[in-house]
C-alpha cells in the first residue's frame, strides 16, 4: 500500500500560520477518523501531536490543530516558532487493519 | 514515566536473522497493543508490525509478512521482532510504539538500528 500523500516542504515566517496536508483514499483517511500527527527533529524520536484527527495531547502547544475534509487531512501550525522546525509525518488506520503513515514534509521556519 | 528502549540491532548478511527486543516500563505493558515501525536512513517512517494486547492477534506491513514476528512477554514486560530472511532494504532504524488511544502511536523508543549488508 502506498504512502499518504504529504508536500515535501512547507516554510512560513515566524508568526505565520502554514498547514501541511495529508491525502488518502476512502480506504484509510476518508473512512477513519484515526488520523494522528507526529513531530520528528533531527536525531530524535517521533512525538504524537494529534491524535483522533483533531484532539491534542496533555502538553502540546494550541498552537497545533488538526482537521479532515474528505480523504485529505490537515495540520496547522499558528504563529510558527522557530523551534517549529521538524519533519512532520501524519498516519491513519486503514480498512485493511494496518497502519500507514505519510512521507513527511518538512517544515523550514524563514 | 512511561519509558521503551529497544535493543538487539546490529550489522547482518541479506538472507540471515536478528531479534529485536524491546522493555518497556511505566505503565501496566499488557494492557497496551504494541508496534513496530521503522526509519530507513533519510526516509520516512514505515509501520510493520502491531501486536494486540494482552497477548492476541498481530497484523502485519506487507513489505515483512511471513519474514518478521512479533511477539511479547507480559510477564517481562518485553517486545520482540524476530526478522528472518533480512534484505538489504530492511535497513533502518527500528522503533518500539506503544499503541495509544484510536490507533495512535505514543510513545515512541529512541530505535535500534539494523544494517542488513554482505
Known amino acids: 500500500q502506498s504512502a499518504l500523500t504529504q508536500p515535501a516542504s512547507v516554510s512560513g515566517s515566524p508568526g505565520q500560520s502554514i498547514t501541511i496536508s495529508c491525502t488518502g483514499t476512502?480506504?484509510?483517511?476518508?473512512?477513519?477518523?484515526?488520523v494522528s500527527w507526529y513531530q520528528q527533529h533531527p536525531g530524535k524520536a517521533p512525538k504524537l501531536m494529534i491524535l483522533?484527527?483533531?484532539n491534542r495531547p496533555s502538553g502540546v502547544s494550541d498552537r497545533f490543530s488538526g482537521s479532515k475534509s474528505g480523504n485529505t487531512a490537515s495540520l496547522t501550525i499558528s504563529g510558527l516558532q522557530a523551534e517549529d522546525e521538524a519533519d512532520y509525518y501524519c498516519?491513519?488506520?486503514?480498512?485493511?487493519?494496518?497502519?500507514?503513515f505519510g512521507g513527511g514534509t518538512k517544515v523550514t521556519v524563514l | 514515566q512511561v519509558q521503551l528502549v529497544e535493543s538487539g540491532g546490529g550489522v547482518v548478511q541479506p538472507g540471515r536473522s536478528l531479534r529485536l527486543s524491546c522493555a518497556a516500563s511505566g505503565f501496566t505493558f499488557s494492557g497496551y497493543g504494541m508496534h513496530w515501525v521503522r526509519q530507513a536512513p533519510g526516509k520516512g517512517l514505515e509501520w510493520v508490525a502491531l501486536i494486540a494486547h494482552p497477548g492476541g492477534g498481530s497484523d502485519y506491513a506487507d513489505s515483512v509478512k511471513g519474514r518478521f514476528t512479533i511477539s511479547r512477554d507480559n510477564s517481562k514486560n518485553i517486545l520482540y521482532l524476530q526478522m528472518n530472511s533480512l534484505r538489504t532494504d530492511d535497513t533502518a532504524l527500528y522503533y518500539c510504539?506503544?499503541?495509544?488511544?484510536?490507533?495512535?502511536?505514543?510513545?515512541w523508543g529512541q530505535g535500534t538500528l539494523v544494517t542488513v549488508s554482505s
Open positions: 476512502s480506504s484509510d483517511v476518508g473512512d477513519y477518523n484515526f
Open positions: 483522533e484527527v483533531t
Open positions: 498516519s491513519s488506520f486503514t480498512s485493511r487493519g494496518t497502519w500507514i
Open positions: 510504539v506503544r499503541k495509544y488511544a484510536s490507533g495512535s502511536f505514543d510513545p
